[in-house]
Every structure is written in C-alpha cells, then in structure tokens.
T-cell receptor, first 109, second 118 residues
Framework: AQRVTQPEKLLSVFKGAPVELKCNYS??????LFWYVQYSRQRLQLLLR??SRESIKGFTADLNKGETSFHLKKPFAQEEDSAMYYC???????????FGKGTTLSVSS | GAGVSQSPRYKVAKRGQDVALRCDPI?????LFWYQQALGQGPEFLTY????????KSGLPSDRFFAERPEGSVSTLKIQRTQQEDSAVYLC????????????????FGPGTRLTVL
C-alpha cells in the first residue's frame, strides 16, 4: 500500500542550525513527491516538489529512490521557518495526494 | 485573484444531524479534491472531481458521506447522521488541469471547515 512516513512529530532547533525533516515513502511505481507547509493561521501550501529540483526559501529535497526517502533540508534555519511540514506523494495519474502525519518545526533564537 | 474558499469555517453539530460543507474553487480550475484531516494527522483523501464528474470516491469513509459538483465549479460535501468520529477539519483543494497528465498539477488548498460533532 502507498504510505508516507514522517518519523518526527516535533523538531526543535536553534536559529542558524541546520534542519533535516525526514520523509520515507512506500510505493511500487514512480511517485511524485512534495513538501507542503502550513504556517500558523494560514492554509496548507506547496513548498516544493521533487521534479522541479529547485530551492524554495532555502529548502531543498532530493528524491532517493534506493532509500525511498525525500528528506527536506535547510542549512541555516530561520525563526520564520517555524511551521507544520507535510510530506506527500502522488501517483503518476496525478490525482489524490497521500500525506504523512506531519512534523512541527520550531526554530528558536 | 481569490484563492479557494470554504464555508462555514466552523460547524458544530449534534450527533445525528446532517451537515453540508461548501467549497468554492479557484475560478476555472478543472480538478477539485476533498480531504479529511483528523486531529494530529495529515490530510486524508476523500473524493475527486474533474469538472462535474466524480471520478474517484474511494476515500469516502461510509455511505453517510456524499459529495457533488453539479455545474463543475462549487462543490458541496454532505455528511448525513453525523457521528463523533466525523469530527475533523475538512479541506478542499483545486488544481487547474485534469488528472492523467505527465505530472501532478499543484493543488491549492482552502482554509478548511472545522467540524465538531457533539
């Protein structure tokens, strides 16, 4: 069955420290992977997707098919990065997204 | 332009009541999705529309849940005889293209409706 696992419920770091939010998936085909973010009192929004291979707000994520992972990384965390982060998967038909349970990132000064 | 809007933002229902949740997608968006997000969980897929056609309803948890999008724009999610386990945030998302393309189109989410069943 398709599944997305985010092992950390909460990740607390200090400002300027590196951040890595973990995401592992199980899927038999070639999925598309996404990171969505929800800032306080805002709606869920797309942060980045693996096919774009871009850096958004300093965040990057590399799809590792061998390890079935799509970890989100940022070298220097900022306080404004504090939010809930969801990893999501879509099959190639491009319909429903399958979400992980989310990781709360808390960045303090 | 305006994003996806949902109403009401909050709904409290007594167990057994019927509720209707509304979603206004971004104008011109072909695809519309409903998700259910329980406390402490990620969103879970309920159903998908392409224009007015409901192409996938595999995520609807029971026959008490019904969704429609009769004119291919506004959608309504109806829950009959609500139960306490229906308490959740119901999210609507829309995207500009139909499914089946070479890659998944970006889904734009609404603010959600928080349903509390007493």
């Amino acid at each position: 069955a398709q599944r997305v696992t985010q092992p950390e419920k909460l990740l607390s770091v200090f400002k300027g420290a590196p951040v890595e939010l973990k995401c592992n998936y199980s899927y038999s085909g070639s999925p598309e992977l996404f990171w969505y973010v929800q800032y306080s009192r805002q709606r869920l929004q797309l942060l980045l997707r693996h096919i774009s291979r871009e850096s958004i707000k300093g965040f990057t994520a590399d799809l590792n098919k061998g390890e079935t992972s799509f970890h989100l990384k940022k070298p220097f965390a900022q306080e404004e990065d504090s939010a809930m982060y969801y990893c999501a998967l879509s099959d190639q038909a491009g319909t429903a997204l399958i979400f992980g349970k989310g990781t709360t990132l808390s960045v303090s000064s | 332009g305006a994003g996806v809007s949902q109403s009401p933002r909050y709904k409290v229902a007594k167990r057994g009541q019927d509720v209707a949740l509304r979603c206004d997608p971004i104008s011109g968006h072909v695809s519309l999705f409903w998700y259910q997000q329980a406390l402490g969980q990620g969103p879970e897929f309920l159903t998908y529309f392409q224009n007015e056609a409901q192409l996938d309803k595999s995520g609807l948890p029971s026959d008490r849940f019904f969704a429609e999008r009769p004119e291919g724009s506004v959608s309504t999610l109806k829950i009959q005889r609500t139960q306490q386990e229906d308490s959740a945030v119901y999210l609507c998302a829309s995207s500009s293209r139909a499914s089946g393309g070479t890659f998944t189109d970006t889904q734009y989410f609404g603010p959600g409706t928080r349903l509390t069943v007493l």
